[in-house]
C-alpha cells in the first residue's frame, strides 16, 4: 500500500513562492509511477495542478505554467512543487497523487 506524506504550504502575499513536497513510500513497482499535484478550492473540482512520470516527464496546467515547476528525486521518492508569483487565484488546497492514491492536502492561501 502507497503512503504519501506532503509538507510545506502556508500563507503568503501575492507574488511570493511557496514548496510543496510529498513523500510516498510502498512497494518499488508502485513507486514507478507518475507523481502529480492536484488543488482544489472552496467550490471548485479538483484540477491537476502539474504532473511528473518516473522518467521526469513534465505536464504543467496552463494556469500555472511559467509559475509553478515540479520536481522528482526517484532516490527518495520524493516530489516536489514549486510555486512562484503566486496569485490569490492559486489558494486552494494541494493534494500530491500517485495511482488512486491521495495525500492528506495542504493548504495554500496566498492573501494580501
Known amino acids: 500500500q502507497v503512503q504519501l506524506v506532503e509538507s510545506g504550504g502556508g500563507s503568503v502575499q501575492p507574488g511570493g513562492s511557496l514548496r510543496l513536497s510529498c513523500v510516498a513510500s510502498?512497494?518499488?513497482?508502485?513507486?514507478?509511477?507518475?507523481m502529480a499535484w492536484y488543488r482544489q478550492a472552496p467550490g471548485r473540482q479538483r484540477e491537476l495542478v502539474a504532473s511528473?512520470?518516473?522518467?521526469?516527464?513534465?505536464n504543467i496546467a496552463d494556469a500555472v505554467k511559467g509559475r509553478f515547476t515540479i520536481h522528482r528525486d526517484n532516490v527518495k521518492n520524493k516530489v516536489s512543487l514549486q510555486m512562484n508569483r503566486l496569485t490569490p487565484e492559486d489558494t486552494a488546497s494541494y493534494y500530491c497523487?500517485?495511482?488512486?492514491?491521495w495525500g492528506q492536502g495542504t493548504q495554500v492561501t496566498v492573501s494580501s
Open positions: 497523487n500517485i495511482l488512486d492514491i
Open positions: 511528473i512520470t518516473w522518467g521526469g516527464t513534465r
Open positions: 510502498g512497494s518499488p513497482n508502485s513507486l514507478m509511477r507518475t
